[in-house]
């Protein structure tokens, strides 16, 4: 059915609790900025109305505001959150699954942030790889969808499309399964190894869809059942709100669901990935016919190579000592 363990990815979040615990206060912290913004937003656009004689669409364009505002923030630090909190945990992840010895407590996050910084320097590089690994990976399954569309076999278009959703679904942890690489072989030059990473992934790519299915599968039923059972609660939080925004309540239930998500069932599903991704490539080295055919389709592809070639700061072969 699937190529990993549950258990095994149980275990590794219990190794590495004090993340799972950050990951926790970082996106409720957005859920709460969120509620707080656009409360306040609505508050303002209320007490605005009633000078317009409109109270109830100023509240929900005041509400509205808020919510952009938060939006606004989150997407210029989007890189220092991949820094500081996704790829530190995918750094003691990997230590944990190939049975290394980690801190405890806060002493791991300082552990994972000094091997964040060894292998990317700044949180702009490490930024710049991700979009690159995106833009890849996008290629990748644009082309084989392209091929399958030109194949003459009745309904292929629409289990093609199917197909394509499911796969674009599971790219996003596929990066970071890259990033995971970049630990796992204490890489000195992070464009070439997930050079390498990509061409690994590409060449397997069958077996690894199979296993994102079922993650994903996993995922939305378990995300689904938080939105459930964050839906009364949430409905309580607006009843609080100014004017009629009973229907930012969904808003609030659908922004609880993604904090779990983001900050329990996601590492869970890459601790999976991660099992498949090794297991799979262990022993095998990266196909020169993939690597040209990546080359001859994705401009980002070749791009690995130009920024490999420039990257000039060698990084230790071991990990820091353990605090």
Sequence with gaps: MWDFSIGRAFGVLASTWPFIVLRLLVYFGITLAYVLV?????????????????????????????????????????????????????????????????????????????????????????????QIIKGVLRVITGTIFAIGMVLPIPYLEAVLRLINTIITLSLTYVDELILAYNFRVRSDNPFESSRHAIVLYAQNYGAFLKNAVWLMIFMWVLTAIVFIVAIGPAFAIVYVFPGQMTGFGVVVAVLIAWSVKAAVIEPFAIACLMQAYFKKIEGQVPDPTWDARLAGVSDKFREFGARAASWVRGAPAAPPAAG
């Design 38 to 130: 656009t409360g306040t937003g609505a508050g303002i656009g209320y007490g605005a109305g009633w000078a317009a004689n409109d109270p109830e669409a100023y509240t929900i364009w005041g509400g509205i505001i808020g919510f952009g505002l938060v939006s606004g923030v989150l997407y210029w630090f989007r890189e220092y959150l991949l820094y500081l909190v996704k790829a530190g945990h995918i750094a003691v992840m990997v230590e944990a699954l190939d049975g290394r010895p980690i801190p405890e407590g806060r002493s791991q996050i300082d552990y994972a942030q000094r091997m964040v910084r060894e292998r990317f320097v700044q949180a702009n590089i490490l930024f710049a790889l991700d």
